[in-house]
Structure formats: C-alpha cells, structure tokens
C-alpha cells in the first residue's frame, strides 16, 4: 500500500507546481434556515466582459476561474431565494478566494442584499449548520474546536461532546453507556475494532490532524445501523481544501513524572520499537512453533527449545525522552481533464512516555458476615511501579473528482499503526498465603488499521430530483501482542522462591488477530411533493462481512527442584536449562498445550444485510417528521481450532433472520432559530465473537478467567428522546434533552460465585433501564463587551438499573439485587472557556472534564463491587500568530493531577482497589501555514 500512496502523492504534487493560472472565486451556497445546499444557484461577477459566471452543483459549490485581477462585485441568485451581492473583493493574480453564501428565502417581493466582502466570511458554524439540520439528535466537535482545547486524538476530543466520556482512554461511553452499546464509523463506513473483548473500535488510534469533525448520533434514523443505542459515533476525516494549503507542525513535551527520566521502567526490546513496530525480537523461536515434546520424552530437543527462547523477564531500567509529535499535510485543488480534483495527503508521529511509581493495587473480601456486619479482610497489598511508551503513525490519502455537476466519485485510503511497550513491577503482601510478592510484567502491543473508501455522489435523472449515494469500503484491522511476559515469584520471611500452587508459573503469552471488514452502503433520495410540501422519501440498503482469525499461544516455565535466588537474570542463565543445571534434578524448561492453545484459538464470520426507507416529510414552515424502517438479517459463526472429531471441539452459530426496526423523528420550529424535538425507536445490540465463543479465556493483565457464551441473546432496545435548543450566532447555543432506554436482556460480565478463582461468565439479564438529562450551552459573553470569549459546558445526569440474580453459594441466599448497568456513569461534566483574537493572531483555552464514579469490577458473593472514582481532568492552551505563516503553542495537560483510583466502598469507607498519577505534561509546539 506505501508504492500506491507514493505514486499517487508524487502525481498530485506535481499538479500543484503547473497549474498556475488567472485568480479563483470558489465558495459554498446554502440556505440560511435550514442548511441546506441550493442547487443550481447562479452566481455571477457584475461587469465583466463577456460574463463570467457559474452554477453551484449538487453539493452546493461554485467555482469561477480564470478572472482578471483587480477589485470585484459578485452576485449571487435563484429562484425563490433573495439575490446577495458582495461587493469590494480584492483579487490579486493566481489568487484563490473563499466566499459563500448564505440565502434567505423571500416571503414578499424579491429583496437585493448586499454585504462586504468581509461580512460575508461570517457564516454559521459547519458543526451547528449539520446539528440544526439533522433529522436526529446529534453534537459533535469540529477540527477547528479539536485544534482550540489541544486534543491530540479522537479519544480526547470525544470528551468535549455533551454526554460522551472515554474509558480506559479508548472507548466510547455515550450517554453513561459501555462501549458495547455504541457503534462508531469512519466517513459512515464500519471498521473493525483492535481488541478481541471490545465491541467497538479503539478511538485513540486516530489522531487529531486528519479529523475533519466527528458526529454523534443519539437517536436512530432508518439509514444508520440499528446496533446502538448510546450513539452512533462518525469521524469525518479532513476533505481537500478549496485552494493549496501546506502545514507543517511539530511538539515538544514534559512530564516530570515520565520523561528525562534514568528510573523509567522497561525492558530491552527491537530496533524498531521507536515506530511501534517489532523487528522478530519477540517472536516465537523457530525450533518452538512446531511440537514442544514433554520432560524425558526428547530431553535435547527440549533443551534446544528452551535455550532459543529471549532470556529477558525482568524489567529494567532506562532513561526516557521527551514527548514528541509531528505532524504534515498538504491539499488542493487543481484540474485534471479540465475537471476538478481534490486532494489531501496528511501524515503523523507521536511519542508519549506514562510512568509512576506510587501506584497501589489490592485486593479485599468481605468475611465474618453476620447480619449487616461485616469486615473488609485484606487479600492482597501491593505497590505498583509502571512504564509505558506509546507511539502513533498515521498516514492518509482522500482525493475526491467532479465528473460533471451532476456527478463526483472520491476516495480515502488510510494507514494508523500504533505500537505500546509496556513493563510493570508490583511487590507486596499477599496475605493469605503469607507470603511477600514481585511480580513482573512486560508486554509489547502493535495495533494496525488499513482502510481502503470508495464513494460516490450522483444526480441519476433528468429532472434532477432522484440522487445515489455510495460507499463502499474494505478495512484489515490486525493486533498482535509478541511475547507478553509474566515472572512471578515470592518471599516467605527465609528464602526466594517460586510457588505456583500460590500463583501461575512465570509464562509468555503470544497472540495475534486479524480482523477484515467489507461495506457497501446505497442511499436513494427521491424529492417529492406531499400535502404541497416538498418532502424526500430515502430507501437503500447495505452489505456488511466480517471475518476474524484469533491465535494465542502459551509456554509455561516449569522446573524440577530449581532454587530461585531473587535474581531472573541468574534463574534463566544458559547453566540453568534442564540437563546443564547441577542444582537441580531438572532445570528450566519450557512447556506449551497446543490442545489448549487451539482449544482458545478462534475463527468468526459474520454477515449482515440490511434495507430501509423513510419519509422526510415538512407539514408547513414549522414541522418536520422523519419516520421510517430499517430490516436487518444477521448470520454469526464461530469455532475454534480443535479437531472437528475431538470433544473439545467447539462451535456456535447465532442467526437472526428479522429484525425491523422502527424510527420516528419529530421536529416542531417555534422560531428559525429555536426547534422542539421528539423521537421514538428501537435499536438492537448483538453480542461481540468474543462473547459467544464457547471457552474460558485467562486474562493475563487482569489475573481473572473470562468465559464466553453461545446461546447470549441480542439485547432489543427501546429508546425515547425529548429535546429542546435554540441557536444563535457564531456557533452559539443551547439545549435541553430528556431520554429514556429500555433494554431487553442486555448482557453484563458476571463474576460466577461457584468457582474458587476469579472467572465472568457474559450472561443475558432479565432487563435494565437508563434515564437522564442532558444540558449544553456554549455562548459568548458578547454583553460584556466580550465577543471574543466563548464559554460552554454540558452537563448528564442518569440513572440505570439492572436487575441481577445474585448467588451467595450459601442456600436460601439467592436474592434479586438492582444495581447500576457495567461501566455507567451517574454523570458527566464537560466545560471550557476560549478565546480568540483573529486581529493579533492570538487564542487561548481552558477545558475541564469528570465524570461520576463507574461500575469496573463486579465481585463475588457478598463483596462490594469495585468503581472507578471521578478523575477531575483539566487542561490549558495557548496559540499566537508570529508573521504570516508561523503559530506558537504552549500547553499544560492533567494540570489539577488527580489520583487515578478504583475503590471498594462498605459502610461509608473506602478501600483501594487500585491508585496512581499521572502527572502534568507541559508542551510547546510551533506550526507552519501556508495557503
């Protein structure tokens, strides 16, 4: 894929240093009530000879080209709309202007406006113009406001948007809904996600600079997918520019905590870790990918084995360097075939270091029970050292090529990889073994997406009121985690030793997953007239195929006797492997279940076909309704890798023939600027592969087993929105929205009180229920003499129960409890204060997120549950123009420094669980523009 994107990005750069030509007016028409693009408007520039002038397209874009310098009157017109004339343009040679319009519609006689040149720059806000016209619900943040608050990805954008948090610093929760009930998209297309026990898409694999804006659905509309219920998240990667732009950017930044650092804790890994990318270090020796034979069966080829394997399983230390990113993207416009073509080539480094070294974990089990007594008895208390080193590349392609006014076809081609080193060190007190604890982590982490969008856009009859939208993608997602390493061992008072009836044996787990996505949208848009007024009727389909392949492998570190001094490095010497060792009747050895292996290893598919329609319908000047359908027929299969003739052999199939799901949307205008809405629909949540597959996974990182089920059951939801908000100038607003959820057998993560360890079992419960209030205002302080400032927040309030059987292994104890839904939160906060000064070339911003406590862990038996406590969040940014074509940034992340924690709470007292900070990150960057 890099030979395509580097003989497409030479072909267009080149473009851009031959075609030179006279100065360009492009620019955008649209209505200034409801957003919509006028087609076919006639924008001319007065007293030119012979005329020159154009006709906006489909999209509602002009271009008039070849215009003579000097200074300019341009008019725009259509039928039905006032005529808008922009006087005093300014237009050097080769010049590229940018003016749009925003039209009225006239009631009485046809009015003539006429604004400056400057004037007319003052359009809408992009964001509210799609927001005030959506048929749905929606918010959303654009680049412009990313750019503003400093956020490097999608993940930390998402924050900002009324009723959405991140979880784990990756998953989208919308509305205090876990990342199984939101489904997200890039340009309206399905990818899949990286993590096999998610059931949505990592949202920090995006960064910042090729996000155009992202949208969040909260109601359901017919031509969306029906598997959410939170929301339904897009990201909209930048399109091309209407004229040549070049940036440049790049960062640094300091965290006392984690850079600069000689303690950073990691170990010594491949030569290309520094791209996120695993040179065969940590691959599986050769000789050990066949058959491993079992102690005394072929000791010398078991002893081979086992010397080829990296010695490495203790951490390390190292000095760590600055954060860094950097950043690069170029795009115009230009003619090919005398028709336009549009391009965009964007390209991203980064490099984080997170590290601390107070971190906490324990463990507590509620014992003596009597009554409502009770006591807290510590299991586990540790301290926890922790390094991680992040690295992001991205790279994207879109052009997009006008064939004729009626007609256009684009393309995206994107690339993200990531990589994670992390390394962990805990030591502590595991008290009911009476023993003192070390336990080692090392792990490695690359992540890859590519993506590969066709779409298109045409105008398919005479009359120019029947419109075809397409899109059609394929996405190969794959993650691979080489060599994740696990080294355990203890001391009772006398000696080092290593006890693996008290804890697993030291281990290395291998896993990789490649995951392929295929998506083809159609989207018909008939205009009609009903009842007098012009309405759409919308109908398409879709195709959805999904595969994925999951292979893990495990080798145990067993021995015969072999005394362990406290040292790893000693323990693993060359002497110490089997027959060499002298001080043991067998040394170390590695040992591997391809029985279990395959026995864990899957295969899935799943295919989705889908049908809609819906009727946009206006009844006067001040309704609308959306109503419509959507079918869906879903097929799922699942196996793992055992031999079809072996007991152990497992496979499911889930098939869900029909689906119909009803959607109505209701908007009622009390002003042009202030709407009333109403919405009603059914959506649905399938359980993830992982969920379905019928085995018990081990979570190494979390310590737990996790056990899927085959017969789940889909989750049918019935959702209620109320909504009202009101709109002003300059991307000012303010909304009010009540919501309700009623879920039929949703799926929780149970903890099985039968089994001694620690082991979930995914179940379907009888039902649940989410309600909440949304508010959001952003607004400038323009009666104070402050148009520059621009203050906003939004704030959630919910409520969710679920109704759980909860088993105390104790007869007569079962009893039906209520409690919070997995991963909800009570309420979320989001606020920020901008400012911005176009004249000086200076802005600034303040932004502040928490969110209510979280159900993380649900414990066994009588044991309080585990919740993530609030994590006040707050950042600083500042910006200032030097000269024409540079920016200076200055940043201060996680300023307030609050602890990470996750808590038991019994009897008004709190337990830690888990606890870390992070520490405050200063950055300073500068940007390079030129347009």
């Given at each position: 894929m890099k030979h395509i994107y580097l003989t497409i990005l030479l072909l267009l750069t080149a473009q851009i240093f031959i075609s030179a030509q006279d100065g360009t007016i492009r620019g955008k028409i649209f209505d200034r009530n409801t957003g919509e693009e006028i087609i076919g408007a006639t924008i001319v520039i007065e007293g030119t000879s012979p005329l020159i002038g154009a006709v906006?397209?489909?999209?509602?874009?002009?271009?008039?080209?070849?215009?003579p310098e000097g200074k300019l009157d341009i008019k725009c017109s259509f039928i039905s709309y006032e005529t808008k004339i922009v006087k005093g343009i300014l237009l050097a040679p080769n010049d590229v202007k940018l003016i749009d319009f925003?039209?009225?519609?006239?009631?009485?006689?046809?009015?003539?406006?006429v604004a400056s040149a400057s004037a007319i720059r003052n359009t809408e806000n992009s964001l509210q113009t799609i927001q005030k016209k959506s048929a749905s619900f929606v918010n959303g943040i654009s680049s412009q406001h990313i750019s503003r608050l400093g956020d490097s990805d999608a993940s930390s954008a998402l924050k900002r948007v009324s009723g959405v948090s991140i979880g784990n610093g990756k998953y989208v929760f919308v509305r205090g809904l876990s990342d199984r009930y939101s489904k997200v998209t890039l340009n309206g297309a399905e990818i899949p996600g990286l993590d096999p026990n998610k059931n949505t898409v990592q949202m920090d694999i995006f960064p910042s600079n090729i996000i155009d804006n992202i949208i969040v659905h909260k109601t359901f509309t017919p031509e969306l997918p029906a598997s959410f219920a939170g929301g339904y998240v897009n990201v909209a990667t930048k399109s091309f520019p209407t004229k040549f732009t070049l940036q440049f950017s790049t960062s640094f930044g300091y965290n006392p905590n984690a850079n600069l650092r000689d303690d950073f804790i990691s170990y010594k890994g491949g030569k290309l870790d520094a791209l996120g990318i695993d040179d065969g270090t940590r691959a599986i020796p050769g000789l050990a990918t066949g058959g491993i034979p079992f102690l005394y069966e072929n000791n010398d080829k078991l002893d081979n084995i086992s010397s080829s394997f990296n010695k490495i399983m203790g951490t390390s230390d190292k000095t760590s360097f600055l954060n860094h990113s950097h950043s690069f993207s170029v795009g115009n416009q230009v003619k090919l075939f005398d028709k336009p073509l549009g391009f965009i080539f964007s390209s991203s480094y980064s490099r984080n270091f997170k590290y601390y070294d107070d971190g906490t974990y324990s463990k507590y089990s509620l014992v003596n029970t009597s009554g409502n007594a009770g006591t807290m008895n510590p299991l586990i208390i540790e301290t926890e050292r922790n390094g991680e080193e992040e690295i992001l590349m991205s790279f994207l392609l879109g052009a997009s090529y006008k064939l004729s006014d009626n007609s256009k076809i684009g393309v995206t081609l994107l690339r993200n990889t990531s990589g994670l080193i992390a390394a962990k060190n805990r030591e502590g007190n595991k008290i009911e073994d009476d023993i003192y604890?070390?336990?080692?982590?090392?792990?490695?982490?690359?992540?890859?997406?590519n993506s590969i969008q066709l779409n298109g856009k045409h105008i398919i009859n005479a009359k120019k009121d029947l419109e075809l939208e397409w899109i059609s993608s394929y996405t190969l997602s794959k993650q691979s985690e080489p060599d994740l390493r696990f080294f355990n061992y203890d001391n009772d008072g006398a000696s080092f030793q290593i006890s693996p009836n008290a804890y697993p044996a030291p281990a290395r787990f291998y896993r990789h997953m490649d995951e392929k996505n295929i998506d083809n949208k159609l989207h018909f848009t008939k205009a009609v007239k009903i009842f007098g007024n012009n309405a759409k009727i919308k109908f398409g389909g879709a195709y959805t195929y999904k595969s994925r392949n999951s292979d893990s492998r495990k080798f145990d570190i067993l021995s015969q006797q072999l005394?362990?001094?406290?040292?790893?490095?000693?323990y693993l010497s060359d002497g110490n492997i089997g027959q060499e060792s002298q001080d043991a009747t067998y040394g170390f050895y590695y040992q591997n279940d391809p029985l279990t292996d395959d026995y864990n290893s899957y295969n899935a598919s799943e295919s989705l076909v889908a049908a809609y329609a819906m009727l946009d319908l206006p009844l006067g000047k001040k309704i609308r309704i959306v109503l419509g359908a959507r079918y869906e027929y879903d097929y799922t299969f699942i196996e793992n890798n055992v031999e079809p003739s072996h007991h152990k052999r497992v496979m499911a199939e889930h098939i869900y023939p029909m689906d119909i799901l009803p959607a109505v949307n209701l908007k009622y205008s009390l002003s042009k600027s202030m709407n009333i809405r109403l919405a009603y629909s059914g959506t649905l949540a399938r359980p993830s592969f992982r969920e379905i597959a019928p085995y018990a996974y081990y979570d190494f990182k979390e310590g737990w087993r996790v056990v899927g089920e085959p017969d789940l059951q889909r989750t049918l939801i019935n959702n209620t929105d109320l909504r009202w908000e009101y709109f002003m100038q300059k991307g000012q607003i303010v909304s009010v929205s009540l919501f309700h959820?009623?879920?039929?057998?949703?799926?929780?993560?149970?903890?099985?009180?039968?089994?001694?360890?620690?082991?979930?079992?995914?179940?379907?419960?009888?039902?649940?229920s989410l309600y909440g209030v949304e508010v959001e205002i952003r607004k400038r302080l323009v009666f104070f003499g402050l148009e520059n400032l621009l203050i906003g927040g939004n704030f959630t309030l919910l409520k969710s129960e679920v109704e759980v059987v909860e088993d105390y292994g104790i007869e007569n104890r079962n009893v039906i409890t209520r409690r919070p839904m997995y991963g909800q939160a009570p309420w979320v906060v989001n606020s920020f204060v901008t400012y911005e000064n176009k004249d000086i070339?200076?802005?600034?911003?303040?932004?502040?997120?928490?969110?209510?406590?979280?159900?993380?862990?649900?414990?066994?038996?009588e044991t309080p549950n585990i919740y993530s406590q609030p994590v006040p969040n707050m950042n600083f940014n500042i910006s200032k123009g030097l000269g024409k074509r540079f920016i200076a940034k200055f940043a201060i992340k996680n300023i307030l420094n609050n602890d990470y924690k996750k808590t038991y709470t019994y009897d008004n007292q709190k337990y830690i669980f888990q606890s870390h900070k992070l520490g405050r990150t200063y950055s300073l960057g500068i940007s390079y523009l030129l347009k």
């Open positions: 906006s397209d489909f999209d509602g874009n002009f271009s008039l080209e070849n215009i925003s039209l009225n519609q006239h009631t009485e006689a046809i009015k003539e406006v604890m070390y336990e080692n982590t090392l792990g490695f982490q690359e992540r890859s997406l005394g362990f001094n406290g040292n790893i490095e000693d959820k009623y879920f039929n057998k949703p799926i929780e993560l149970i903890d099985d009180p039968r089994a001694n360890n620690p082991e979930f079992h995914y179940v379907n419960v009888e039902n649940s070339k200076f802005s600034s911003s303040m932004a502040f997120n928490v969110t209510g406590k979280k159900l993380a862990v649900v414990t066994k038996g």
